[in-house]
């Protein structure tokens, strides 16, 4: 499994634009990943986690993790917030409503 340990979420986007950049970069996550983020940040008491523990509770690797983040806060259902190095993912309300009703299906 690959892992990445980083300072903050600058570095997870700039490793996101460079995998980008390659012919192998050029595919977008997948549902299953993305929902998974969204599974753990949901069973949390307050739905919202550091960057750096959700990315090691989703046992995602790196590059999966840094889409499916940057994905599901362009939808909206995710807001990142904080200083680099302690930036926390929360879910939005409309988040909240999504995750639930995946839990649900």
Excluded: W, Y
């Amino acid at each position: 499994m690959e892992t990445f340990k980083a300072t903050g979420f600058l570095p997870f986007l700039e490793g996101l634009q460079k995998h980008r950049a390659s012919p192998a970069g050029r595919g977008r996550v997948s549902g299953g990943n993305t929902l998974s983020v969204l599974t753990v940040l949901n069973a949390t008491r307050q739905r919202s986690m550091a960057i750096f523990e959700l990315h090691e509770a989703t046992g995602m690797g790196f590059l999966d993790f840094s889409q499916a983040i940057l994905s599901l806060e362009d939808m909206g259902f995710v807001a990142i917030s904080g200083e680099p190095g302690d930036e926390a993912a929360r879910l939005t309300k409309l988040g909240v409503d999504i995750a639930d009703l995946v839990h649900s299906a």
